[in-house]
């Protein structure tokens, strides 16, 4: 059974930077890919961004200036740091990653706010 655990969010200042961590139970290199996804109170789920195993790297194209991902293989963890944070990034963030299988985290609460 692969675990996804994420951790580091919160409430931060408009404005702000939280970064994110999301660690695997299995060796990360082994998915096709790890990544981000958010979901907004009453929007659906949408992608902010994910890690090929190759390194290759795709983000959501309004959320590249501001969020980077990046991974530890030692870990087995994928990492979201996001700066410049307002209030429309407030959401759950999900880690995801997939292999011919999906699967997801628990999620994590973040909330931006004045």
């Known amino acids: 059974q692969v675990q996804l655990v994420e951790s580091g969010g919160g409430w931060v200042q408009t404005g702000g930077s939280l970064r994110l961590s999301c660690v695997a139970s299995?060796?990360?290199?082994?998915?096709?890919?790890v990544g981000w996804f958010r979901q907004a109170p009453g929007k659906q789920r949408e992608m902010v961004g994910i890690?090929?195993?190759?390194?290759?790297?795709a983000y959501a194209d309004s959320l590249e200036e501001r969020f980077t991902i990046s991974r530890d293989n030692g870990k087995n963890a994928v990492d979201l740091q996001m700066n410049s944070l307002n209030s429309e990034d407030t959401a759950v963030y999900y880690c995801?990653?997939?292999?011919?299988?999906?699967?997801w985290g628990q999620g994590t609460q973040v909330t931006v706010s004045s």
């Open positions: 995801h990653a997939q292999d011919s299988v999906e699967y």
């Open positions: 299995r060796n990360i290199l082994s998915f096709h890919y």
């Open positions: 890690i090929f195993n190759s390194s290759r790297l």
